[in-house]
DNA sequence: ATGGCATCTAACAGATGA
């Protein structure tokens, strides 16, 4: 079974290139995020010509995260309210995660906040959205039947060897001490880096900036992630990041990672 | 250091992204 991530910065301006993607690499899951859509106008009708199905959790123009998968979802949830109550409803009107089971696999698609700065108003409000994701987490664990995979573009480097040029990056969003603090509480529910199971080293990266060349210099960071449960990581044979689409015309600044079971 | 690039919108300039 194989398990991908593609932040495709709008699923509008993207759709011809995830068609070309899944064509090529016939995932049984595709998580997707940044489909800046709303539900009603998700281009569904091309995937499910592939033999894909679509569960999307979208809003006008900013964050929206959808899965699409060769098989149905089973107990899908949109939103951290399913699990988190009515009084979580405020935190989903971003429409940053999105979960059901494929194929046994509960499977957990996150889009987390950028942040903006390092003590900006928007990164207070990360490091909260994190604490609710961990209540979450917390939750669906408590109830699990399943093995959880979670996936997505989690906007955080966990290590300076996921950054191109490491140095001086305290201050910086994505690499700050809070931020990657917050993601190591997360994790140590039980999760573990499916990528780093396979490549020790640094020089991986997933995100290249639009600006100054950065895909051309190779100036990337790797924050777009698949944390494995024990069970899933011991299953896990391969994880790769698959660079091609970054370099295609019109990309995302973002590229797909998969994960293989 | 700054800005650079891309996408979106009751758009054509401003917000957001990372």
Redo the contacts with the bound molecule.
């Keep these: 079974m194989e398990i991908a991530t593609w932040?495709v910065?709008?699923?509008?301006?993207?759709q011809e290139q995830v068609i070309a993607w899944l064509q090529a690499n016939p995932v049984d899951v595709l998580c997707l995020?940044?489909t800046?859509?709303?539900d009603g106008a998700f281009p569904a009708a091309p995937f499910q010509e592939l033999g894909y199905h679509c569960q999307f959790f979208g809003q006008?123009?900013?964050?929206g995260v959808a899965i699409l998968s060769r098989k149905p979802p089973e107990n899908a949830m949109r939103g951290f309210a399913p699990l988190l109550g009515a009084e979580a409803e405020d935190w989903d009107q971003q429409k940053r995660v999105i979960t059901g089971v494929y194929q046994g696999v509960r499977v957990v698609n996150l889009?987390v906040?950028?942040?903006?700065?390092v003590g900006d108003e928007?990164y207070a409000y990360k490091l909260n959205w994190l604490a609710q994701l961990k209540q979450y987490l917390q939750e669906l664990l408590t109830a699990r039947d399943e093995p959880i995979c979670l996936c997505g573009?989690f906007?955080i480097a966990p290590e300076d060897r996921d950054i191109y040029n490491p140095e001086g990056k305290e201050g910086h969003?994505?690499a700050s001490p809070p931020e990657r603090a917050a993601l190591a509480d997360i994790l140590s529910l039980g999760w573990q880096d499916g990528f780093r199971k396979f490549a020790p080293d640094s020089g991986h990266f997933s995100?290249w900036?639009?600006?100054?060349g950065?895909f051309a210099r190779n100036r990337g960071?790797r924050?777009d992630h698949i944390y494995l449960d024990s069970a899933l990581y011991d299953q896990a044979v391969a994880c790769r990041i698959d660079r091609e689409p970054r370099g295609w015309e019109?990309?995302?600044?973002?590229a797909p990672v998969v994960v293989a079971l």
């Design positions: 932040n910065n709008s699923i509008r301006s993207r995020q940044e800046k859509v709303i006008k123009a900013y964050n889009y906040p950028n942040g903006a700065g928007k573009d906007n969003i994505m995100w900036d639009y600006r100054s950065g960071w924050i019109k990309p995302s600044d973002h």
